[in-house]
């Protein structure tokens, strides 16, 4: 039984029955086992059930339940009430997103980029099922392998102050994921990816003010992808001013 | 190639922050430092500067760093929300950069 309580200030935002967005303060229980997730489904199963968040796995794997926790990106079910108590929680939807309801933001525009820089793979050689599988070393493995961890959370985008003033940005996760195919031994995508990841609202408009990497819950250091695709735009740029120099199709 | 113009811009850029990072210090402590505290003398200095190789080195030294920095500083208007002020801040930077490296290649040439 927990002997005092937890202090959340939560951001509300119903449409259907306020334009304007307002903060709502709860008390719940504090225990030190509890993570900031916890503290809201308590709210949303005894406190009030009109509260709406995403959250599945409780475990940082899925990735939906990011939301600002005193104004910095985290995976609630990954922080704990303890990280904060007795200081107030303020827990707001992820920045830079339009906000649908409560803490539930839209992420049909990082969807569309995950879209626009082709995440996955483009065989280089198609196989049938009888040639067996695209084989691939351990070393090849390890040149992309950061970046296939990924959880499509979303926190580098509101960690990312670009992203926060110009949306066409193309952003952190969405390169991190192209140049992990880009990287991948087995893939063959470089030139079509190039189009939407070497334009002007491409990787380019990254400043590397690095906060991306800072708040990714999965260490995939998408400022280092953006940092590193920028420079096989920049070797491929030179290869094809000279007569002999040939374009790599992996970086 | 629908490819941004950027790619150029961001090779001198990156070019210019080696060039800061490992020869302005190199530069300094020999122009500045060396002289200073007697190690060598200005006039060492001077007829050091006459050899062709050391001139393209200062060509170098002053021309890639400007572009360095005019990267650096157009790219603020991204920085401060100011997208449609990227063009012509890139003009006034890189403008600068390229009169810059200009007035860099008449002094090395000319000896001034
Ligand atoms: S790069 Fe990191 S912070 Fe960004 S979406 Fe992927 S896991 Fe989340
Ligand atoms: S609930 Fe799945 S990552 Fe937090």
């Known amino acids: 039984m927990a002997d005092e309580n937890a202090i959340l200030e939560v951001f509300r935002y119903q449409p259907d029955q306020k334009s304007e967005p307002t903060f709502q303060r709860y008390e719940v229980p504090f225990h030190e086992e509890w993570v900031v997730l916890d503290a809201l489904n308590y709210i949303k199963d005894h406190l009030d059930g009109t509260l709406s968040y995403r959250w599945s796995c409780r475990m940082g794997i899925c990735g939906s339940c990011g939301m600002m926790v005193n104004g910095d990106p985290k995976l609630t079910c990954s922080v704990f009430l303890r990280d904060y108590h007795p200081q107030v929680m303020r827990v707001e939807p992820l920045r830079g997103f339009p906000v649908i309801r409560d803490l539930v933001i839209d992420l049909d525009d990082f969807m569309n980029k995950m879209t626009e820089v082709k995440a996955w793979m483009i065989p280089k050689e198609e196989r049938s099922i009888e040639q067996g599988e695209y084989l691939q070393s351990p070393a090849q493995l390890a040149r992309y392998r950061q970046y296939s961890t990924c959880i499509n959370c979303t926190l580098c985008y509101a960690a990312c102050p670009v992203y926060g003033r110009h949306t066409e940005f193309v952003g952190p996760a969405a390169i991190a994921l192209a140049q992990r195919y880009n990287m991948d031994s087995r893939d063959g995508g470089y030139e079509e990816r190039a189009e939407t990841l070497f334009d002007e609202h491409g990787v380019w408009m990254c400043t590397f003010v690095g906060d991306c990497s800072r708040v990714c819950p999965k260490n995939v250091d998408p400022a280092a992808a953006i940092q590193q695709a920028k420079v096989s735009a920049t070797k491929d740029f030179y290869r094809s001013l000279v007569p002999w120099g040939k374009r790599r199709t992996e970086t | ?112």
């Open chain 2, 1 to 112: 190639m629908p490819r941004s113009k950027e790619v150029f811009w961001w090779s001198l850029f990156s070019a210019g922050g080696v060039v800061s990072a490992f020869f302005f210090p190199a530069t300094i402590i020999i122009t500045g430092l060396a002289v200073t505290l007697g190690w060598v003398t200005a006039e060492d200095l001077h007829a050091l500067v006459q050899n062709p190789l050391v001139r393209l080195y200062l060509f170098v030294l002053i021309s890639l760093p400007l572009f360095h920095a005019a990267h650096r500083l157009s790219h603020l208007t991204i920085d401060l929300g100011l997208a449609h002020a990227r063009r012509p801040s890139a003009i006034v930077c890189y403008g600068a950069a390229i009169v810059g490296t200009l007035l860099a290649a008449v002094g090395v040439i000319t000896g001034l």
